[in-house]
């Protein structure tokens, strides 16, 4: 296998951990039950730091001190363009602190530090700065209704924002879902994933210093079972927003319906297509496939991962794919030029192999990989199948690693449909020279997102969210504020009565 060996003895990361316990008003506090839990470096499998574990008691506590923060304090009250400036000195501090913020996110990750910094961290900057920027331009409008009356609707903040995100970008995710809440003047109680726990305390920490008052943002790290659960069915939450499996989506819908209907946004798991037409530049087609399915060891929502290809050009994509996954430099996450860190932990690293054992046993033909790579940690071999056919398990389940399924197809009507019979509806991408098909199909396609010619471009004004099961509702963007507002209308007698 000709990937860089895995280096087994770990760089040391350049950064310290000094935020481990809750982010409740303000201080950084120990959960109710005074329990920990590991957290764990996904190069080694071994512990980085014991973070205090919160539950329900400490949803309670963190969705009070919101509530109060929300209903009397000054954040909500204070003006747009004030909001704005906070909401810009933190992205200053988070400059300030990029190269910890990003080590950090390597550590409890394992994704390239060199994607953190440069590519990550910028965009989590550029997010704030795009909700800054929103911050003072939210308001309502004048409604010419039929009548004496003067009508006006009001964009008020909704409240208290519950927000529930993901292991494979924490910080990314931390900006989706903050930055609309608070431009919008809302208060939030934050539950991170129980792999990834430690950069949002670091951030919260500099939202702080940049004068964010107390309870504004509220930070719990815990389970999802517990403090998941506690946060999706709170009585006094009062907008719900998710990133994570389809199967929790449903989840947290009902626990959402079952308590106080608080709506909720979902961002679910994808399937997604990304075609290769006969036109295409193969060189250039097998470089953005690669990428579009490798990013982030393969851990994205709307990776491409079901990779169609036309006949006439199946063949030398085949290679060129083939090539490129085994040239893939797989290794420390901390090293230069290192592309693929290992999954984030055992249960992730087991369903991986469990579908490339699916793979074999439905009989695609494994081109390259298939297996872990070195001895410690959660490496994986960069995987290729080829004939992969439509009923395969790994044609139809998000598998969320760094395995590529390549598909045939004869022509456009048919890779439509065939891309279309899917569950999900997340993402597509489509690699054409043809500005005829590239319209026919970004018609066509059932997906929030169509990357013609590109894939993963994800900045800050454009909006993202999925069809059918991949979720409801939209991220980022001018739609992402929809999410965070009640609209009121406001009607008044042109005369007194
Ligand atoms: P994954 O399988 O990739 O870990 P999940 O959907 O389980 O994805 O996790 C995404 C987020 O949802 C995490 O923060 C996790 O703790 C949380 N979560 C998991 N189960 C529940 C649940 N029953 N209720 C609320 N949140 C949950």
Redesign the pocket.
Known sequence: FSTAAVIEEPITPPVQINCTQLLINGQFVDSASGKTFPTLDPRTGEVIAHVAEGDAEDINRAVSAARKAFDEGPWPRMTAYDRARILLRFADLVEKHSDELAALETWNNGKPYEQAAKSELPLFIRLFHYYAGWADKIHGLTVPADGPYHVQTLHEPIGVAGQ?????FPLVMFAWKVGPALACGNTIVL?????TPLTALYVAKLFHEAGLPPGVLNIVS????T??????SHMDVDKLA????????K??LE?AARSNLKPVTLE?GGKSPFIVCEDADVDKAAELAHFALFFNQGQCCCAGSRTFVHERVYDEFLEKAKARAMRRVVGDPFKKGVEQGPQ?DS??FEKVLSYIKYGIESNAKLECGGGRLGSKGFYIQPTVFSNVQDDMLIAKDEI?GPVQSILKFKDLDEVIKRANATRYGLAAGVFTKNINTANTMSRALRAGTVWINCFDVFDAAIPFGGYKMSGIGREKGIYSLHNYLQVKAVITPLKNP
Not at 191 to 195: D, H, L, N, P
Not at 227 to 232: D, H, Q, S, T
């Open positions: 529930i995100i993901p292991w494979n539950k991170t994933a129980e792999q815990g389970f999802g079972p403090a998941g659960a506690a946060l999706a998710f990133t994570g499996s389809t199967d929790t989506g989840i947290v626990l679910l984030i249960e992730q969320f």
